[in-house]
C-alpha cells in the first residue's frame, strides 16, 4: 500500500494484515488486495457490505478465531485494497478479488460468510468455484431494488444524489460524519451498536483520493447484484440464509431467494437490521461454530 495513504485506526487483538499483489499479466486491470488473517482450523473468508470494509466483522472475528483461521477480505477499492482507476465493481469484478483470495492463498474447503453485498459475493463465488466452497452462510443478501435507499429518507436523498448525472460524483465526495452515521443507524435495530471510533474508521478510508469514485460505482453496481441471483441456483455446497427481521429486504425479497434455494437452511434474526456482524455477531457465532 503507499505509504501516503492512510492506515486503520481499528486494531484486532491478535490479527495480522496482508496484501495479495496483482497477478502477473492482469494488464493493470487488478490492484493488491488487503486481508486480514487470525485464527485456527478450517478456512472462513468473510466478506463486508456495501460502503464498510474487513473491520465490520471486529467483533465476529474473536469469537470464531478458536475454530476457524479467518480471513476477512477487503473487497477491491473498499478499505485498504488498491483503488485501480477505470476498474469495475460490477458484481464478476468484485468476484474475481474473492477468487483471487482464494486462489493465490489455495484455500480449499472454505466456509463464505458474506453480509449485504458481501452475502451476493459468497453465493456467486460458491457457485463458480465449488471445489473450494465448503459452505455458504449469506447475510441479508443485498440482492433487491432500492438497495440501501430502503433504510430511510435520508438514505434516498444520499443515493439519488450520488447516482445523479452531472453532479454524482460531487456529492459522492462529501460525506459528513452526521450524515453517515445516520445513513448506517438505517440497517441497525439497536442503533448503539454503531460505535464512534467505527464510524471515524470510515471516514478516514472514505477519505482515500480516489475513494467517491468507488463508493459511486458500487452503488450504481446494484443491478448487477440483482442479475447475479441467476447463479444461485447452481451452487452445489450447503447454504444457510440469514437475514434480520427489520432488514431492508422484504418478505417477498427473502422468500423469492428461499425459491431459488430450497434446500438452503434459514434463520430470521428477531430485532436485526441489515448489520447482523456488528449488532448480534454472537449470533453468527454461535450458528458457525456449530458447524466447524
Same mark, same amino acid.
Given at each position: ?63 470464531? !478465531? ?55 459475493? #459468497? ?7 465449488? !471445489? ?5 452462510? !449469506? ?15 435520508? #438514505?434516498? $436523498? ?38 464512534? =471510533? ?48 427489520? =432488514? ?20 430470521? $434474526? ?6 447482523? !456482524? ?15
Amino acid at each position: 500500500m503507499p505509504s501516503q495513504e492512510p492506515r486503520p485506526t481499528l486494531h484486532l487483538p491478535r490479527t495480522t494484515s496482508h496484501t495479495l499483489a496483482p497477478r502477473a499479466g492482469s494488464g493493470g486491470h487488478e490492484g493488491t488486495l488487503r486481508y486480514l488473517k487470525t485464527g485456527t482450523g478450517a478456512p472462513l473468508v468473510l466478506l463486508h457490505t456495501v460502503r464498510t470494509q474487513a473491520e465490520h466483522f471486529r467483533h465476529l472475528i474473536p469469537l470464531i !478465531a478458536d475454530r476457524y483461521t479467518v480471513y476477512a477480505l477487503d473487497l477491491p477499492g473498499m478499505g485498504y485494497s488498491e483503488i485501480v482507476p477505470g476498474a469495475s465493481y460490477d458484481e464478476p469484478a468484485m468476484r474475481a478479488g474473492v477468487e483471487r483470495l482464494l486462489t493465490e492463498l489455495d484455500l480449499h474447503d472454505v466456509t463464505l460468510v458474506g453480509e449485504s453485498m458481501g452475502a451476493v459475493l #459468497a453465493l456467486t463465488t460458491a457457485a463458480e468455484s465449488p !471445489a473450494r466452497v465448503r459452505r455458504v452462510v !449469506a447475510v441479508n443478501t443485498y440482492d433487491f431494488p432500492g438497495g440501501i435507499a430502503r433504510s430511510s429518507l435520508l #438514505a434516498r $436523498v444520499v443515493v439519488s444524489g450520488v447516482l445523479a448525472p452531472g453532479v454524482g460524483p460531487v456529492i459522492a465526495g462529501v460525506e459528513p460524519k452526521p450524515a453517515l452515521r445516520k445513513i448506517l443507524q438505517g440497517g441497525l435495530g439497536n442503533k448503539r451498536a454503531l460505535r464512534e =471510533d467505527y464510524v471515524d474508521e470510515l471516514l478516514q478510508v472514505g477519505s482515500r483520493p480516489g475513494y467517491s469514485t468507488v463508493a459511486r460505482a458500487v452503488y450504481q453496481a446494484l443491478p448487477s447484484l440483482i442479475a447475479a441471483r441467476t447463479h444461485y441456483p447452481e451452487i452445489k455446497a450447503p447454504v444457510h440464509l440469514v437475514y434480520g427481521e427489520k =432488514d431492508w429486504s422484504r418478505p417477498s425479497d427473502r422468500e423469492a431467494n428461499r425459491k431459488l434455494l430450497p434446500a438452503a437452511d434459514f434463520t430470521q $434474526v428477531p430485532r436485526a437490521g441489515h448489520f447482523i !456482524a456488528l449488532e448480534r455477531p454472537d449470533v453468527l457465532a454461535d450458528l458457525l461454530n456449530a458447524a466447524a
